[in-house]
């Protein structure tokens, strides 16, 4: 089939407004807001229901043209830019919050609601429950976040965003409409179990095993009062023994490392940021002081936080973009990576010494996640986006932090293609095979963005 009748077959399934093929229609799809470079894309659809997903995908396979879901396309790591061209499948038409569930706290949308409009949905109609919610941009998509594995607020206390999923509505590479969680047998989208748990599939696969187009997240009760209590520490060595206190101690709901070398106030300091919520101010109160005794025990200092610097960390999600671009005409990406507790230090260490390597200010974050089972370290690299040196430098950085952070026995977290390929050259072949096998049986002709997680 000619390219324009491919295009027409589309226009014919989703109108004539919501397909293209014009270069000028395509460039935004072409790349995204990291370092990746720009690659080619053939058409982009955006369906407004799963029929129109269900038809999309059908003549995709028919005509063997790869398929990329699309959310918001800020995981900043190239993610939606396809590797082997073809379709990329916008979805945010399909941006409808079906219905939140109280009692069983959960939010049912489609896959197109962003962040920010499930948070202020629930602000305005629901003030009492809150959703897990990153701190990235909010144009990114509650699916294109819990699909990847994200972090925010509430991971701390509930885990990562993917273990959040109560359920997902999937059109599989065959054009077949999946329920996978309770969402299969009941007309209730409040659990995983106790069936086989198949939403893994879904999660951390970049859409290579289906396309989800409704999902439900939990939501959470949200205490009254919240407060920010910061602690400086000036020995990366000290942060496991700092960390284990404060989650000990069962106050945190959410635990923040910081740490840059510029301005230059901030050198020689790890921020460690702690929220801590309750009932009433008094017991805000009483919470603050044990979290300040903590801090005196594990060598770390109570930092009175300035009025200005708490109006920031007070907003729910912080506006992290200003944080990490420094140079003028810059544009950033990091490494996120899932680091075990105990080697934070040398991942501090590490990240410190690959960006001066580099001639990169410093920047290195990190949040817990579940209690302290893991760590999301976040390696953030600035760049100039005009000059190609300097984007080749950060994508070294990048690649050389991914080494770091499989080296620390750590996972790279939304890994580019290169981070990919490190990640599969260590992994267990049999995994590896097991993969590959699910993968072309539900995809035999590899149409789902191809070119990622590609096991040779
Ligand atoms: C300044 C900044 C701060 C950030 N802070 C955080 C943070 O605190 N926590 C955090 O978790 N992330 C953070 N991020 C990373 C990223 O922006 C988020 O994880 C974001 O939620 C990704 O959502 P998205 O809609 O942009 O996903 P996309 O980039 O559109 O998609 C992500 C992946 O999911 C796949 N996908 C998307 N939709 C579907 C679908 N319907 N079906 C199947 N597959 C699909 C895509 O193919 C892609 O592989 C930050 C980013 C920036 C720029």
């Not at 919050?97 to 962040?115: C, P, Q």
């Not at 879904?202 to 009062?225: A, C, D, E, N």
């Not at 594990?298 to 944080?323: D, H, L, S, V």
Request: hydrophobic residues 40%.
């Amino acid at each position: 089939m000619s390219k324009e009748t491919i295009l027409s077959d589309l226009e014919e399934i989703v109108g004539k407004d919501f397909a293209s093929n014009k270069k000028e229609d395509l460039f935004i799809y072409s790349l995204d807001p990291g370092a990746s470079l720009p690659r080619e894309v053939d058409y982009v659809v955006m369906p407004n229901s799963v029929e129109e997903v269900q038809k999309i995908v059908k003549l995709a396979n028919k005509e063997r043209i790869p398929i990329v879901p699309m959310g918001g396309g800020l995981t900043l790591s190239g993610l939606v830019i396809p590797v082997k061209g073809g379709i990329v499948l916008d979805m945010k038409r399909m941006d409808r919050i079906v219905e939140i569930n109280e009692y069983s706290k959960y939010a049912l949308i489609e896959s197109g609601v962003t962040t920010g409009q499930l948070l202020a949905y629930l602000n305005e109609n629901y003030p009492d429950l809150q959703p897990p919610v990153p701190d990235a941009p909010a144009a990114a998509t509650v699916a294109g976040n819990v699909l990847i594995h994200g972090s925010g607020y509430l991971s701390q206390k509930y885990g990562d965003h993917g273990s959040m999923i109560n359920g997902l509505e999937v059109v599989l590479p065959n054009g077949d409409i999946c329920k996978v969680g309770s969402c299969s047998l009941s007309k209730y989208w409040f659990t995983r179990g106790p069936i086989p748990d198949l939403i893994g599939l879904f999660t951390s696969s970049f859409g290579t095993l289906g396309i989800v187009t409704k999902l439900s997240v939990k939501l959470f009760y949200k205490p009254k009062f919240r407060e920010v209590v910061f602690g400086l520490a000036t020995d990366f060595d000290d942060l496991p023994n700092i960390l284990s206190k404060v989650i000990e101690s069962g106050l945190a709901e959410d635990v923040l490392l910081g740490m840059q070398d510029k301005p230059d106030w901030m050198k020689g300091y790890i921020f460690v940021i702690v929220y801590v919520t309750g009932e009433s101010q008094d017991e805000i109160d009483t919470n603050t002081k044990v979290l300040k005794k903590i801090y005196r025990k594990t060598n770390a200092r109570y930092m009175k936080t300035p009025p200005r610097i708490r109006e920031i960390y007070m907003e729910k999600p912080i506006f992290a973009a200003t944080a990490a671009d420094f140079r003028k005409g810059g544009g950033f990406e990091y490494v996120g990576a899932f680091i075990p507790l105990e080697n934070i230090p040398e991942a501090y260490k590490g990240g410190v010494e690959i960006s001066k390597r580099h001639g990169i200010i410093p920047t290195i974050g990190s949040r817990l996640i579940g209690q302290t089972h893991t760590v999301m370290v976040f390696f953030s690299y600035s760049f100039n986006r005009a000059d190609p040196e300097d984007m080749k430098n950060a994508r070294d950085a990048l690649h050389e932090t991914n080494i770091l952070a499989l080296e620390l026995g750590g996972i790279p977290w939304k890994a580019e293609i290169a981070g990919q390929k490190l990640i599969l050259e260590k992994m267990d072949p049999n995994f590896k095979k097991l993969f590959k096998t699910i993968r072309d049986i539900l995809d035999p002709n590899h149409i789902m963005n191809p070119g990622n997680w590609e096991v040779e």
